[in-house]
C-alpha cells in the first residue's frame, strides 16, 4: 500500500483506517460480506418502501407523509406490507454487489496511484478517487440490479390506487415481460444510470474527503507527534464520513430518484409507457417544483442510516477479511 492511503495529513501511520483491495481474501470478503450486508437491508428495507409510495402518490392520495403511509401500510398488510420484494433484492442484490465492490475498489486502487504521481493533496485526492471509483461501479452494477430495483418497486407500490397486482416476484417478472418483454424490465434504465451514479460519486467523493477533515478536526494535521487512533475513534470517524456523505447525497439527487421510480412503477395517461419528459411534465402539473422532493424525507433517512450503517459494516468487513500474513 503507497504511503498516500496508509496515513493521516500528519504522516501518521493508520493501515487499519485503509485497507487496499489486494490486501483482502476475496473469498472471505464476498461470502461473510453477503451475510453482514443482508442483515443491514433487512433493517433499512422498510424507509425505503415508504419512499417508494411516497413517490408515486398522487396529488390526491389520503395518505402522502411517511408517517401516515406507514399507519396504513401496517393496518391494512401487517409489517410484511413493510418487506415487499425484499426476498428478490436479497437474492439479486449478491451478484450486483460483487460487481460493484470489487469495481468501487480496483478502480480506486488505481486512481489513488495516478493522484499520488501527480502530487495531488490528500484530500483531494481521497474526493476524486473515491468519486471516480463510486461513478464507475455504480455504472458497472446497473446492469443486474436495475431489472430488481423495477421488479421491487412495483411489489412495494402494491395497494397504492392504479397499481397493478402481482402474485409475487416471479408473477410480477413474467407480467412485465408479457406487458413490455425485456425493456420492461429495464424501465428507467437511463434515469438509474443518471440518479444512482452521479450519487454514488457524491456519497464516495463525500466520504473520502469529509474523513480527512474530520481527521483534521482531531488534530491528525497540525504536524505535531501523535498515537495512532483508537479502534473506537476509527470507527467514530468512518460513521460521521456515512452520515455527511449520505445526507450530501440524497439532497443532490432525490429528484432524479424520484423521476426514475415514477417511470418505473406508473404508466402515462394513454396508458402506455411514460418518457422522461411526460413524468416530468406530469410531475411538475400535479405538484409543481417541489414534487420532485417528494420522499427526500425518507431518503435523506434512509441514505444517511445506510450510509453510517453500510461504512462501518463495510469497514469492518474489509478488517475481518485481511490476509493472514505469513
Known sequence: MSAAQNRTPAGISLPQTEINWDRLDKTKFFVVG?????????????????KTRMQVARA????????????????SEGIPGLYRGFGLIITGTIPSRMVFLTTLETTKAATLKLTEKLDVPETSAAAIANGLAGLVSSMASQTVFVPLDVVSQRLMVQGTPGATKY????????????????????????????????SSAVWW?????????????????????????SQGEVVLVQACGGIVAGGTSALATTPMDTVKTRLQVMSSEGGGRPTIKQTVKQLLR?????GFYKGV???????????????????????LSVKQEA
Open 34 to 50: 453477503a451475510g453482514l450486508f443482508s442483515g443491514v437491508s433487512a433493517l433499512l428495507y422498510p424507509v425505503s418502501v415508504l
Open 60 to 75: 390526491d392520495a389520503v395518505h402522502t407523509t411517511a408517517l401516515s403511509i406507514f399507519k396504513h401500510v401496517l393496518r
Open 167 to 198: 402474485d409475487g416476484s416471479i408473477d410480477a417478472i413474467r407480467k412485465i415481460l408479457r406487458a413490455d418483454g425485456i425493456r420492461g424490465l429495464y424501465r428507467g434504465f437511463g434515469m438509474s444510470v443518471l440518479t444512482y451514479s452521479p
Open 205 to 229: 467523493a463525500a466520504y473520502g474527503s469529509s474523513q480527512r477533515l474530520i481527521w483534521r478536526h482531531l488534530g491528525y494535521g497540525t504536524g505535531k507527534e501523535k498515537q495512532p487512533p
Open 286 to 290: 400535479d405538484d409543481g417544483w417541489w
Open 297 to 319: 424525507g425518507p431518503r435523506f433517512l434512509s441514505m444517511s442510516l445506510w450510509g453510517t450503517s453500510m461504512i462501518t459494516t463495510y469497514e469492518f468487513l474489509k478488517r
